[in-house]
Structures are given as structure tokens and as C-alpha cells.
């Protein structure tokens, strides 16, 4: 039988991916909105290449630990509601894609090296349990969002339905970040940055972990 990773290290894990994604921004504040100045300044003189380099770092998600929210956010600020919408969009679909491929094709032992085997047996059972309705509500959860596309996958929703389902859960996630990025420009606050970059993501995690501990003493 195949060692399980100790509990200690799976949570040293998720808290470093965690941390890379939520903690980084907070911590350094004021340096992330001087970057931030810096690639809205950028976007304004390359756009094309801005939202290329944009689109493609949220399709890298599903593989390395981009700050989503923090990429997102900075989207609809640089480009607007409508054009943040749609770069914002694209990305997502690249990942969701891609991981979907992962998971359907690659098949479990690659899918389980990058993730680890408990954290993708947890998110299998869930995609299997709840299917369209997990992958929407995962759009806003770290972690979880790269995690059950994956796991559609390996589950073997259909490839038509899992497209439909994740195109306009995307889309969704895409028209608030991008609203909220808009917002931040149009008002100059760097308060509503900081929303959608850490406040959004933070908030869909701790709701997550709430429910699934709530799951889990109700399965008692």
C-alpha cells in the first residue's frame, strides 16, 4: 500500500500555496501597489502584449501557484469591464482546460504527483458527488479551483458538458474581478485592488473550509 504524506506536510503545503497567493500581496502592500502602478503603466503603452502575458499567467495557474486573484484584478484595472472580462476569461478557460486534459488523458498518477494523492482522492469524490455544481463554486476558492477541474477529469464528465458548465462559471468569476478592477482604477482605490486581489479569494477559502467542516461533523 502506497504511504499517504504525513497531515503535518500536506498542510505545509496548502499554507506555503496559500501564502504565495493570498499572504504575499498582504504582507507587502505597498510594494504591490507600486507594482501594480507599474503594469497598469505597461498595459497602457503594449496592451496587446499585456493581455497576452496576462491570459497566459492565468493559464499557468493550473500548473504553478499564480496569485489568481492578484492577476485578475489587475486585469480589469488595466483594460476596463468589458476588454478585463473577456483577457480574464480566456485565461481561465486555458487553465480549466488544460486541467481538464490533465485529468482526463494524463490519467490519475500525473494528476496525483502535482497535487498529491489525498488532496485529488478528496476532490474526485466531490466532482463525482456533486459535478456542474462543484466546478462553479470552485472558481473563487485557491487551491480548489485548479484542483476540481482535474478532477472532472479524472471523473469523466464529458467533455461537452464540462465545457458548457466552467465556459460561464468563468465567466462569471471573470465579470467580478473585472468589475471590481475597473472600480479600483475609475475611483483610484487602492482598497478595492486589494479586495479582489486577497479579499475575494480569501473569503470563497474560508467559506470553503467551513463547509467541508461542517460536512464532515454532519457525516458523523
Known amino acids: 500500500m502506497a504511504m499517504r504524506p504525513a497531515p503535518l506536510l500536506r498542510w505545509l503545503v496548502i499554507a506555503a500555496l496559500l501564502t ?23 498595459a497602457d503603452e503594449r496592451p496587446v502584449a499585456a493581455a497576452v502575458l496576462i491570459a497566459s499567467a492565468l493559464t499557468l495557474d493550473v500548473f504553478l501557484p499564480v496569485p489568481n486573484g492578484v492577476t485578475n484584478t489587475l486585469a480589469g484595472a488595466a483594460f476596463g469591464f ?39 482522492e478528496k476532490a474526485h469524490k ?18 480548489l479551483c485548479e484542483v476540481t477541474v482535474i478532477a472532472a477529469g479524472i471523473a469523466g464528465m464529458t467533455f461537452g458538458r464540462f465545457a458548457l458548465v466552467i465556459a460561464l462559471a468563468n465567466f462569471g468569476a471573470a465579470m467580478l474581478f473585472a468589475a471590481i478592477g475597473a472600480a479600483a482604477v475609475e475611483s483610484a ?32
Open 20 to 42: 504565495s497567493v493570498v499572504g504575499v500581496p498582504l504582507i507587502f502592500r505597498e510594494e504591490f501597489i507600486a507594482v501594480s502602478d507599474r503594469i497598469l503603466a505597461a
Open 82 to 120: 468589458v476588454v478585463g472580462t473577456l483577457v480574464i476569461w480566456v485565461g481561465l478557460m486555458g487553465a480549466s482546460l488544460a486541467g481538464y486534459a490533465l485529468g482526463r488523458w494524463a490519467a490519475r498518477p500525473l494528476a496525483a504527483r502535482l497535487l498529491g494523492a489525498d488532496d485529488l
Open 126 to 143: 466531490l466532482a463525482e458527488r456533486a459535478g456542474p455544481i462543484t466546478l462553479i463554486v470552485s472558481r473563487f476558492v485557491p487551491i
Open 189 to 220: 482605490s487602492a482598497d478595492l485592488l486589494m479586495l479582489g486581489a486577497i479579499g475575494v479569494p480569501l473569503a470563497a477559502w474560508l467559506g470553503w473550509q467551513g463547509t467541508e467542516r461542517w460536512r464532515a461533523r454532519h457525516a458523523r
